[in-house]
């Protein structure tokens, strides 16, 4: 026996319960194709090759995969066991020289390396047995299969509840899906699966009483019901996504960060969070965000594809889109938004401004109303922002341009040219002022016949 292992991962069901264009196993759980979960999980533990079973009409599911797995058709979905034999070529490697093949759902993100870690240690264990599968026992075990076990406690058989009898149902252990099979005998097994059954479907489950009647042992490894949690419908993402979203909030809590209200802030698969980092309440992540130590998010803010360096804070009310840098110590505030754009160490904007495609140098401070025209209707153009520059507030900074280090920029100034550094710029209508101006004005409105 060696220890090799190999995946093969079943997602060429219909998904017909999705209602949508999308095959299923691509739809996101926390911004991750649950297929990528699953993948992901088979990936910690280093199966090779791992291939992915689609059904002929999924070309979005091979394309989104291509490069990360090695893909198989089921021409016909004809149950779980049919679903495994057209990996048969890709693992012939492992099949001739031995090991353990894992079979995964392609729709259950929650499954976790650790549980198939597991797994793979009892298949490995001195007892050799053919089959572990993952076990659970659900409050309701609805229509899972049922686990039979053996009077020393090992597995028998796998019952579908449709084709069980009273006694079988009340079993309360049921199959997770999830299944370590040892690799030089899986598909002479399979070969014995026949398809006289309720639903007239090739069971990969039978693949337990064929061992057994080969005088193999089989084994359950018993995990916890989140992590079997397959997706079959819009409400059961939802559910995932929520299972997803608490897994993520703990693993970010245990690693230094403040959630002040957990439940409202959003993550997303990859969101990096420091220590001591604080995340006040309704915050959402989008994809490629990191915060760096000791930084703050203030309430109903929403990053995507940024970077908040230490000791910044951003919000409350701020939008931080894809390329957004925010430097050390740096403050973002209501109702700013910042898009492809350094904001270095120390620099302000702290109001209603939009920054996009600019770099704003350290300590620069940024005017309520401030907006970067950063587009012409053709092309973006950069601004480029000294350190130390004041910019007034209700600025427009009509791109290309540039503000030196330490200029000033008058209050509601359209700024076309470059301003050199230290220099002050004005722009704007000369402000006219006549005393008395406004008594004459009234005086004027109030006489009779003028409306
Ligand atoms: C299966 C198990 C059941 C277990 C349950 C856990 C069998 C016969 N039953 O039932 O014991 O409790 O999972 O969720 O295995 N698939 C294919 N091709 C097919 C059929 C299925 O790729 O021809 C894929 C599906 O896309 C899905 C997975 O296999 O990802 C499981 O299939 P599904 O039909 O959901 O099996 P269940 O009836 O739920
Ligand atoms: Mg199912």
């Avoid at 399979?190 to 693949?207: P, R």
């Avoid at 403040?258 to 990096?272: R, S, Y």
Wanted: aromatic share 4%; glycine share 12%.
């Amino acid at each position: 026996m060696t220890d090799r292992l190999a995946a093969v991962v079943l997602a060429a069901g219909k998904g017909t319960r999705m209602k949508s264009d999308l095959p299923k196993v691509l739809h996101r759980v926390a911004g991750k194709p649950m297929i990528e979960w699953v993948l992901d999980a088979a990936g910690t533990l280093g199966a090779d090759p791992v291939v992915v079973v689609t059904a002929p009409d999924q070309d979005a599911v091979r394309a989104a995969i291509s490069g990360r797995a090695t893909t198989a058709i089921q021409e016909q979905a004809l149950g779980t066991a049919d679903a495994v034999k057209p990996a048969r070529d890709a693992l012939a490697s492992i099949a001739a020289t031995g090991g353990t093949v894992l079979v995964l759902y392609g729709d259950t993100p929650m499954m976790t390396p650790a549980t198939l870690a597991r797994m793979v240690e009892a298949r490995n264990g001195k007892e050799n047995p053919a089959v572990v599968v993952l076990g659970f026992e659900p409050d309701d075990p609805a229509l899972y299969g049922r686990l039979v076990l053996g009077a020393d406690h090992s597995l028998e058989r796998i019952v579908e509840t449709r084709d069980a009898g009273p006694v079988e149902r009340d079993i309360g252990l049921c199959n997770g899906g999830v299944m370590a099979i040892d690799a030089s005998v899986l598909f002479e097994m399979l070969d014995a699966i026949g398809n006289t059954n309720v639903k007239s479907e090739f069971y990969l489950t039978d693949i337990v009483g064929i061992a057994r009647a080969a005088g193999r042992r089989c084994a359950v490894v018993i995990c916890d019901t989140i992590e079997t949690m397959g997706v079959d419908s819009r409400a059961g993402l939802a559910t995932a996504e929520a299972a997803m979203q608490a897994r993520l909030r703990a693993t970010a809590m245990d690693n230094g960060t403040t959630l002040t209200a957990p439940e409202t802030v959003f993550l997303c698969h990859d969101t990096k969070l420091g220590r001591d980092v604080t995340v006040h309440p309704h915050v959402v992540f989008g994809a490629g965000v990191s915060v760096e130590d000791g930084a703050e998010i203030r309430s109903f803010s929403h990053l995507e594809g940024a970077r908040v360096a230490a000791g910044a804070i951003v919000g409350p009310y701020a939008r931080l889109r894809p390329g957004a840098d925010i430097g050390a110590g740096a403050h973002i505030g209501n109702f700013v938004e910042i898009k492809n754009a350094v904001i270095e160490p120390g620099a302000k904007a702290n109001h209603l401004s939009y920054v996009g495609d600019a770099r704003v140098g350290a300590k620069a401070n940024i005017g309520a109303g401030t907006i970067t025209c950063n587009y012409d209707g053709f092309a973006k153009h950069h601004t480029d922002i000294g350190a130390g520059a004041f910019i007034g507030s209700n600025t427009a900074l009509v791109a290309p341009v540039t503000v030196g280090d330490g200029a000033i920029v008058g209050a509601g100034s359209v700024v076309t040219k470059d301003v050199p550094a230290d220099a002050l710029a004005v722009v704007r209508g000369a402000e006219k002022v006549i005393p008395g101006g406004a008594v004459r004005f009234r005086a004027s409105r109030a006489k009779p016949g003028k409306g």
